[in-house]
């Protein structure tokens, strides 16, 4: 058991952040997060789905060889290859748990698992009893419990709990609950099952309504919960997850509501939500509460006017707390290799060879060529635009020669390699986006449909570089592809073959919502 005022923070972004349509991260995409979720002083880090695939059980084993001061985490199903899957990743982490669930709403037993409700209470029985012979930190789910009926809930929760289950999460898995109702339904399970006290009690709110965030701290303040499971950015499938930005701040900035310890390092909050949104390719709306570009910024004359006099008139929280004020300028075109190695230590990036450090630093000082003023932003899009292109390297970017008038149809000519092979090909269309996109399908004929197109801007400036993600449909299969470039035709050109390099790779993820 924890300290009963101390509130436990569960990050899922690298599990159930990764189900967002296109959000698929490389291993090594996952360990930097995993790092910066480690500077963030994250609790415990839910790193993947074992089971799930290969590349997510290599993730998590990863994870697990080098993060040494968050609990680390993965997914399983209430069954005995998922759970051991889990158990052989987790081998090499100094803590470790293993988070199993299995559906209890009548609906998810009937339709999904077509189970009765004295199996599904079996298995989950036995889940517990076999995790526990590779660790005593074990993490129990009743999937949909928002839907449940509270008397099978009961039982299911005691029986787990005195079969060893440590924490006990209770899921808004579809985004159903509203916070007074999920609050007390929390407070009753916790009143009504005797062993209740020998667990921690965990919440994980989906968004669907918009009431993630406040479903998950009335499950602290009404039910007793002590963790709150959710992710940077708010990131996930549908509508997402409870965002972790958003009930960390609000349980720090209002302590006389919540009278809760945290472990967070709220300084690192906006690294983490950069380094989320540039990997993924999900920007973060500039209105979005602590890490927009406009959660800090004051139009209104009249505010304007308070924080002249005052910044406490019209800011609940400083920027610097969470971060904004870390960022700077770094590095120019007269910086050296050494300099610029030491800053991809300090953000977390860490490139395994000598040839991809070097390759790093000349495209980094190709930029400062273009760019004057080098950002911490620019060069993790420029190692991220590396990451995009080596997951595999079938369709690469070589240039690109665009021409657009008024009056006159747009052109575009680009060069790019296919398996190997350069390629050059033309193409005309409405803007000199659409016509790169032409040209290029000309010769790759991917049949791809193009579902979102979005340009990010990485710093401030008319100097900035444009982020573009282009997320490509096919068959059934969604990607994001992720582009950077001081000239944003040159990154919308990059983001299209970086999704079609995702579309060409053979691995796919299909993990279990939760």
Known sequence: ??????????????????????????????????????????????????????????????????IKDSTICSLSRANERDIA???????????????????????????????????????????????????DDIEFSPEDGSRSEEDFLCRVLEAVIAEGATTINFPDTVGYAVPEVFGETIRRLRERIPNSDEAVWSVHCHNDLGLAVANSLAGVTIGGARQIECTINGLGERAGNTALEEVVMAVRTRPDIFKLELGIDTTQIVAASKMVSQITGFAVQPNKAVVGANAFAHASGIHQDGMLKSRETYEIMRAEDVGWAATKIVLGKLSGRNAFKQRLQELGIDLKTEEEVNAAFARFKELADRKSEIFDEDIMALVSDEEHASEGEHYRFVSLAQQSETGKTPTAKVVFTMDGKEHTCEGQGDGPVDATVNAIEKQAASGAELVLFSINAISNGTESQGEVTMRLSRSGRIVNGVGSDPDIVVASAKAYLSGLNKLHSKIERVNPQL
Do not use: W
Not at 95 to 107: E, G, Q
Not at 124 to 129: E, G
């Open 1 to 66: 058991m924890t300290n009963s005022n101390r509130l436990i923070i569960f990050d899922t972004t690298l599990r159930d952040g990764e189900q967002s349509p296109g959000a698929s991260m490389t291993r090594d995409e996952k360990v930097r997060i995993a790092r910066q979720l480690e500077r963030l002083r994250v609790d415990v880090i839910e790193a993947g789905f074992a089971a799930a695939s290969p590349g997510d059980f290599e993730a998590i084993r990863a994870i697990a060889s080098v």
């Open 85 to 135: 899957r889990a158990a052989e990743a987790l081998m090499p982490a100094p803590r470790k748990r293993i988070h199993t669930f299995i559906a209890t709403s009548p609906l998810h037993m009937q339709i999904k698992l077509r189970m009765q409700p004295e199996q599904v209470l079996e298995q989950a029985k036995q889940a517990i009893r076999y995790a526990r012979q590779y660790t």
